[in-house]
T-cell receptor, first 110, second 111 residues
């Protein structure tokens, strides 16, 4: 079945620095979605990418969908303490099943 | 505020018992998906309901079952609980296959 993998599992970042988390699928995806889950909370939808090579920005967050629609990345610039949480990518396959990666848990050093 | 609500927020059961979790979807949404999130893991798809019919199922045994009602709210039932069923159970509502909005979840502990 479809597998979605994320790296790194943990990201410890100095406040103000940039980092990138990566997402790879074993199969081609209809779209890729990104969610953020704060400690003790539930996943909150951030963005959806549909087109091959698509790039979308939300303030300091830049999301990219690979040309083959099998990988994606999330780049955060000038990390802030509000960025703490776990970022999940989730791939929607042609059968409309959403498969989540294991997430990248981000901690920030002030 | 997503508008998706779940009850109860926390639940403790013992092995072999049965549990029913409830989800009220966001206004205007006709699809509910259920996920199991074990500690430190991503949500795992259990099944989805659209217009009161099951519309896709993940790799979960038949003791995981569900219902969707005419008002699009939903229930997740788990029979013969096992220790490994301890997890956060999330429901998410959407309009068909559109963006899924998650509820706050029910934390289930099986002793």
């Amino acid at each position: 079945g479809q597998q979605v993998m994320q790296i790194p599992q943990y990201q410890h970042v100095q406040e103000g620095e940039d980092f990138t988390t990566y997402c790879n699928s074993s199969t081609t995806l209809s779209n890729i979605q990104w969610y953020k889950q704060r400690p003790g909370g539930h996943p909150v939808f951030l963005i959806q990418l549909v087109k091959s090579g698509e790039v979308k920005k939300q303030k300091r967050l830049t999301f990219q969908f690979g040309e083959a629609k099998k990988n994606s990345s999330l780049h955060i610039t000038a990390t802030q303490t509000t960025d703490v949480g776990t970022y999940f990518c989730a791939g929607l396959n042609p059968s409309y099943k959403l498969s989540f990666g294991a997430g990248t848990t981000v901690t920030v050093r002030a | 505020e997503t508008g998706v609500t779940q009850s109860p927020t926390h639940l403790i059961k013992t092995r072999g018992q049965q549990v029913t979790l409830r989800c009220s979807s966001q206004s205007g949404h006709n699809t509910v998906s259920w996920y199991q999130q074990a500690l430190g893991q991503g949500p795992q798809f259990i099944f989805q309901y659209y217009r009161e019919e099951e519309n896709g199922r993940g790799n979960f045994p038949p003791r995981f079952s569900g219902l969707q009602f005419p008002n699009y709210s939903s229930e997740l039932n788990v029979n013969a609980l096992e220790l490994d069923d301890s997890a956060l159970y999330l429901c998410a509502s959407s309009v068909r296959q559109g963006t899924q909005y998650f509820g706050p979840g029910t934390r289930l502990l099986v002793l």
